[in-house]
């Protein structure tokens, strides 16, 4: 598997998180596995949350999920189940969108659009980890 380095996407300011990853293309489909580590805190720009880079465009035009999972570590001391997306009207250069399970309106999805990092008397950060498949542009 090769490495790369995923970072957040809709960033509002500086960007205090680190990612790493690992991928393999064949026969067209790359699978990939991303991780991102809140050492700051962050903030997306956006109401619509924080998107992630991929190792190599997806191929656009159909909607592609992911598995996701976000550990609170000494944020919240919790981990949330989720997903990543990349909608079909997207060109596929990134994931468009993170979201895990939130505790109201039927755990609904809710976009993730704040990482505590060191904030709040954290000591650890949070670390959102993505993996799956899709083909390749």
């Given at each position: 598997?090769?490495?790369?380095?995923?970072?957040?996407?809709?960033?509002?300011?500086?960007?205090?998180?680190?990612?790493?990853g690992?991928?393999?293309?064949?026969?067209?489909?790359?699978?990939?596995?991303?991780?991102?580590?809140?050492?700051?805190?962050?903030?997306?720009?956006?109401?619509?949350g924080?998107?992630?880079?991929?190792?190599?465009?997806?191929?656009?035009?159909?909607?592609?999920?992911?598995?996701?999972?976000?550990?609170?570590?000494?944020?919240?001391n919790?981990?949330?189940?989720?997903?990543a997306?990349?909608?079909?009207?997207?060109?596929?250069?990134?994931?468009?969108?993170?979201?895990?399970?939130?505790?109201?309106?039927?755990?609904?999805?809710?976009?993730?659009?704040?990482l505590?990092?060191?904030?709040?008397?954290?000591?650890?950060?949070?670390?959102?980890?993505?993996?799956?498949?899709?083909?390749?542009?």
């Amino acid at each position: 598997m090769t490495q790369w380095t995923p970072k957040l996407t809709n960033v509002k300011g500086t960007d205090g998180t680190t990612g790493s990853g690992r991928y393999a293309v064949s026969d067209g489909v790359c699978t990939f596995t991303a991780m991102i580590s809140a050492r700051k805190q962050t903030s997306a720009a956006s109401s619509a949350g924080f998107g992630l880079t991929l190792p190599v465009p997806a191929a656009s035009g159909v909607r592609y999920v992911f598995s996701l999972s976000l550990d609170g570590r000494d944020a919240d001391n919790g981990m949330w189940t989720g997903e990543a997306a990349i909608y079909a009207g997207s060109d596929g250069s990134k994931i468009d969108r993170l979201r895990v399970t939130g505790t109201s309106n039927g755990a609904a999805v809710v976009k993730i659009d704040h990482l505590y990092g060191d904030a709040e008397g954290a000591q650890e950060a949070e670390i959102i980890t993505v993996t799956g498949s899709y083909p390749v542009a």
